[in-house]
Structures are given as structure tokens and as C-alpha cells.
């Protein structure tokens, strides 16, 4: 369910009509049925679209309360929840691309209409200071005594806390912004997150309906992109420390207090612990998952799947760093002694 902050929604649409445009067969359903809006299996409810991709997600069939799910059509679900209407298609994730499509038509890019910089519905609380070319958008809100650089652009229904300090040419949208936080020039907030449904025919832009939330004191550094979840939202959690030039991914979740270096990069979906530390140039694999207090080497390759809290790590792939460091030495051994001429 995307936040209608940031999001038009288009719907409802007639269950009939939807499954036609969606290549989608309705089955035994009532045809009139309506859908009120898409989201995930997690967050869906009666009125709502999800889809099942198959084995890959099944476990949370059951759990589910959407009223309308999206399954391959040769897939049997060991169990749907009562109610659920089932919904057969070609591939799941494309019917609900283009389902998505059409409830939030213009979700792809932040574009509103306004004639004046700052919009009239835009809510700024006595205090706050604004460069020359600062741009606000309709609905959105910066707190008392925040700072904002020249040629800002604060988008539509974006919330900035109190005593924030935010860069020139910084983009914020589709964001939640915490008090204390600081943002250095050339960051982009909430920008859509890269994400596709592939194909023989190619590749389709899946929309992305979620938003940014940026904790109290959180420091993004110069040049640093943290993009809006699909359909839940990115987290970036309070007090952490962000580097210049990090890449964020769509729907991570990154704790309270972690150090990120430059020029990391955590793909999507993720989940960092609290206090992680991250060295220059980690690169964190899409549903990675780092435990509490896990501190990473410089260039260190996290691969998905659970990595334990406390520790520390280094190499591709992550390994704990005594490890790490007993294979670099003995390969530097192997290679020198290899390269050894033989008196005889």
C-alpha cells in the first residue's frame, strides 16, 4: 500500500477488467469483486492484490491476508488463508507490474505542478532557513530551525524533522526525515529503487511505492543514494553514520548507530544490525542479513543469507577475519615459493 503522501492512487478496479489488462484468469471468483490497491503478502488486506512467486515465497501464503493473490498457474499451494481468491497467471510478478502500473501511473519519477518554488501547501516551521533555489513541494513539512543549501529539491509530502542541516543539490522525496539529521551536498533521498521483473522479451520497471524513513541524528554523507523501498520502506536507523558515495538499496533495513565507509554498497533488502561497522568499499549482496555489533574489513563481500553478530570479517566471501587472514598468507606463500628456481 504506497502512502498517499507521495502516491495518486488510481484504483479501485473491477477484478474483470483488472485480470484482462493483467493477463490474469479470475477463476471461480465473483467478477465484480473490487481491488482497492496492490501490496505485499505481509502487509495486504481484504480489499488488496499481491502475488506468490512460487516455492520462493509460499511460507507466507498462509499468513497473508490478502483478499486477491497472483499465482503461476500450474503452482498448488499446500495453504491459502480463507478467503483468498487465487488469481492464475503466466508470471506472477509481471501481472503484478503491470497491475501496480496501473494504480500509481506516475509513480516512476517526482514530478508535481507548481508555479512557485515554494508550493503553498508546503508547512515550514518558523526558524527554518532556505537557500536561494530551494524547491518544496506540495505538503511538505521541514521543522524548526533545519537548514537547507542552495538548489535543494524537498519533494511532495516529504517530512523533515527539527535542527536538520541538509547540503545543496541534495533530492529528497517519497521521504520521512528524523530531527538532528544531516545530509551533505549531492545526496539523493527516495530516488526508485532498481528493480525489474525479467523475461525472454526483456526487462520491466517494477514501481516502486514504498518511501525512505531517516532516523533521528543520522549523518548521509556527500554523493550517498539511499533509494524508497517497492513496497515496504527503506530504514535507515537512528544515529547512524553514513559515508560520501554509499549506495542503499531498496527495502534495507540498516540498525541504530552502524558506520558505513565509502563507497559501500548494500543491495536490497537487506538487514544490518545495530553498531555494524561497514569499511570502504563493502559490498553487501541483495537479502543479506548482518548480525549486531559484526564490523566488516575494507572490500569485504557479504553473500545472502545470515551473518553472525560480534564479529569481525573480512575477504569474498565474508569469512571471520582470522580465517581471512590465515588463506591470504599462505596463498602469498604458495605464490612466492612457486616462483622459486630449483638449484638442481
Known amino acids: 500500500m504506497a502512502d498517499p503522501r507521495f502516491f495518486d492512487n488510481h484504483g479501485p478496479f473491477a477484478l474483470a477488467g483488472l485480470c484482462a489488462k493483467i493477463g490474469a484468469e479470475p477463476g471461480g471468483v465473483d467478477v465484480n469483486a473490487r481491488i482497492a490497491d496492490v501490496a505485499s503478502l505481509a502487509a495486504a488486506g481484504p480489499e488488496?492484490?499481491?502475488?506468490?512467486?512460487?516455492?520462493?515465497?509460499?511460507k507466507e501464503l498462509p499468513l497473508s491476508g490478502a483478499g486477491f493473490c497472483l499465482i503461476l498457474k500450474d503452482f498448488a499451494p499446500a495453504s491459502t488463508p480463507a478467503g483468498m481468491a487465487l488469481l492464475?497467471?503466466?508470471s506472477p510478478q509481471h501481472?503484478?507490474?503491470?497491475?501496480?502500473?496501473l494504480f500509481y501511473p506516475e509513480s516512476?519519477?517526482?514530478?508535481?505542478?507548481?508555479?512557485a518554488a515554494i508550493h503553498p501547501a508546503a508547512k515550514i516551521e518558523p526558524g527554518a532557513k532556505l537557500a536561494p533555489g530551494v524547491v518544496v513541494g506540495p505538503g511538505a513539512e521541514i521543522g524548526a530551525d533545519t537548514q537547507i543549501g542552495p538548489n535543494t529539491v524537498v519533494g511532495r509530502g516529504v517530512a523533515i524533522g527539527r535542527s536538520c542541516q541538509i547540503g545543496s543539490n541534495v533530492t529528497i522525496t517519497h521521504s520521512l526525515i528524523g530531527d538532528h539529521v544531516v545530509i551533505l551536498p549531492g545526496a539523493q533521498?527516495?530516488?526508485?529503487?532498481f528493480g525489474f521483473a525479467s523475461s525472454a522479451a526483456g526487462h520491466v520497471k517494477v514501481p516502486q511505492l514504498g518511501r525512505v524513513i531517516v532516523q533521528d541524528r543520522v549523518e548521509i554523507g556527500a554523493c550517498t543514494t539511499v533509494d524508497r523501498g517497492a513496497l515496504g520502506d527503506t530504514v535507515i536507523g537512528e544515529g547512524t553514520k553514513i559515508d560520501n558515495l554509499v549506495q542503499i538499496g531498496h527495502n534495507s533495513r540498516i540498525g541504530r548507530h552502524c558506520i558505513i565507509a565509502g563507497q559501500a554498497g548494500i543491495?536490497?533488502?537487506c538487514e544490518i544490525g545495530d553498531f555494524v561497522v561497514m569499511g570502504g568499499q563493502?559490498?553487501?549482496a541483495d537479502h543479506a542479513e548482518i548480525g549486531a555489533g559484526a564490523r566488516l574489513a575494507g572490500r569485504t563481500g557479504v553473500m545472502p543469507g545470515p551473518l553472525a553478530g560480534g564479529q569481525d570479517y573480512g575477504g569474498a566471501p565474508a569469512q571471520p577475519v582470522k580465517d581471512w587472514l590465515r588463506e591470504v598468507t599462505m596463498l602469498?606463500?604458495?605464490v612466492r615459493g612457486g616462483g622459486k628456481k630449483s638449484d638442481g
Open 282 to 284: 563493502v559490498g553487501v
Open 95 to 101: 501481472a503484478f507490474v503491470a497491475a501496480a502500473r
Open 108 to 115: 516512476d519519477l517526482a514530478v508535481w505542478d507548481q508555479t
Open 88 to 90: 492464475r497467471c503466466a
Open 48 to 58: 488488496h492484490l499481491a502475488f506468490c512467486t512460487g516455492k520462493a515465497n509460499a
Open 267 to 269: 543491495s536490497g533488502s
Open 189 to 193: 533521498i527516495g530516488s526508485p529503487g
Open 332 to 334: 602469498r606463500k604458495m
